[in-house]
Structures are given as C-alpha cells and as structure tokens.
C-alpha cells in the first residue's frame, strides 16, 4: 500500500496541471539542496566536506516521495555540471562528478528514491521507521560514495576519510530530520 507524501497532500485543490506543480517542486528541491552546500566545513585530512547536503537529501526524498526527490537531486546535479554554483562550498562544474566526492553526488540520487520509496510506504509516519528509512537512504550513499572514494584514496583508507569522520554528524542529522518529519503529519492529522 502507497501512502501519500508532504507533496501529494500540499497538492493544491485548484485544477493545476500536475505536471507544473511536480516541476516546480523539483526544482524548489533542487534549490533547497543548493543552499543546503553552502553549509560546508573542510577538515584538513579529508577530500570529503561536511555539508548540509545529505540532511537535505533524505529530507527532499522523504517529503516529495522516490521520484521527485531523486528528479530534485537530479536537477541540481545538471545545475552544477552546466556551471551554476551549487556544488558544495558553492562550487560548480563537472570536475565535482569526477572527482573524490562524485559517489556521494550520485549517490545523493540514490538515497533520495530509496528514503522516498519508504516515506511512500509510511515509513515517515513514526520515529522509529523514519529512523530506519533515513538510515536505509544514508547507508545507500556511502556505498557508492565510499566505493568511488576508494578509487582515488584506496580501500584501506576510504572508510577513515569518507566515513568516520562523518557519522556523528549524519546521526544529528538523521535525528533531526526523524523528529521533524513525524511530527508534521501528526499535525496534519490536526
């Protein structure tokens, strides 16, 4: 059984083509995500930056659902790569894709659908499944952000620059947004 996102019940009543409000909010999502890698800290041993990317990541996926969130993320990635500066740091262009952190960029696609598809199964609806499906979109991110990191830093060495360092922070993050998101359809239901 699917269940509704934040996006289908803010569809508006009026006789809008669905199409323009589903485009519109991928690109507000992509923005969002824009801003959200403006919130960026460089530690000194890592390739890879802290941002405030992946909070707005599994966010965007759990409130616009699997498809326009990853169409969201999707956009910003064509952002970036044409020249805009959205990247983290507010960076652009296509060196970021083929760089050390290109996996995590893509694997911002990824972890929007996967948070998405569980958000439209009701997973968003209680701490503990929004829990688990943030979880569920984080782990997809490191896998292909981790795999191609070790491209260019090793296997041994990818966990430590790309991983730990990151946990903390993706925790507060997921608790934040596992607190947020619940407790918006409980006031929905209001």
Same mark, same amino acid.
């Given at each position: 059984?699917?269940?509704?996102?934040?996006?289908?019940?803010?569809?508006?009543?009026?006789? &809008?083509? =669905? !199409? $323009?409000?589903? /485009?519109? #909010? %991928?690109? +507000?999502?992509?923005? *969002?995500?824009?801003? @959200?890698?403006?919130?960026?800290?460089?530690?000194?041993?890592?390739?890879?930056?802290?941002?405030?990317?992946?909070?707005?990541?599994?966010?965007?996926?759990?409130?616009?659902?699997?498809? &326009?969130? =990853? !169409? $969201?993320?999707? /956009?910003? #990635? %064509?952002? +970036?790569?044409?020249? *805009?500066?959205?990247? @983290?740091?507010?960076?652009?262009?296509?060196?970021?894709?083929?760089?050390?952190?290109?996996?995590?960029?893509?694997?911002?696609?990824?972890?929007?659908?996967?948070?998405?598809?569980?958000?439209?199964?009701?997973?968003?609806?209680?701490?503990?499944?929004?829990?688990?499906?943030?979880?569920?979109?984080?782990?997809?991110?490191?896998?292909?952000?981790?795999?191609?990191?070790?491209?260019?830093?090793?296997?041994?060495?990818?966990?430590?620059?790309?991983?730990?360092?990151?946990?903390?922070?993706?925790?507060?993050?997921?608790?934040?947004?596992?607190?947020?998101?619940?407790?918006?359809?409980?006031?929905?239901?209001?």
């Amino acid at each position: 059984m699917l269940y509704p996102t934040y996006a289908d019940v803010w569809r508006p009543a009026v006789k &809008r083509p =669905a !199409l $323009a409000y589903d /485009a519109a #909010l %991928v690109v +507000g999502g992509s923005l *969002l995500l824009a801003l @959200a890698s403006r919130i960026t800290f460089y530690l000194p041993f890592s390739p890879v930056p802290v941002t405030g990317q992946t909070f707005a990541v599994l966010f965007l996926g759990a409130l616009l659902g699997s498809r &326009r969130g =990853a !169409l $969201a993320v999707l /956009a910003y #990635l %064509v952002e +970036g790569i044409a020249g *805009l500066p959205v990247f @983290a740091g507010g960076l652009p262009g296509l060196a970021h894709l083929l760089g050390p952190t290109g996996g995590y960029l893509i694997g911002f696609v990824a972890a929007a659908y996967v948070t998405g598809a569980l958000a439209e199964r009701g997973w968003d609806r209680r701490v503990l499944t929004t829990v688990a499906a943030l979880a569920a979109g984080n782990g997809v991110l490191y896998l292909l952000g981790l795999a191609w990191l070790a491209v260019f830093v090793g296997l041994q060495a990818a966990p430590a620059l790309g991983l730990l360092p990151f946990i903390p922070g993706d925790l507060l993050k997921l608790a934040l947004a596992a607190l947020l998101l619940p407790a918006g359809w409980r006031l929905l239901r209001r």
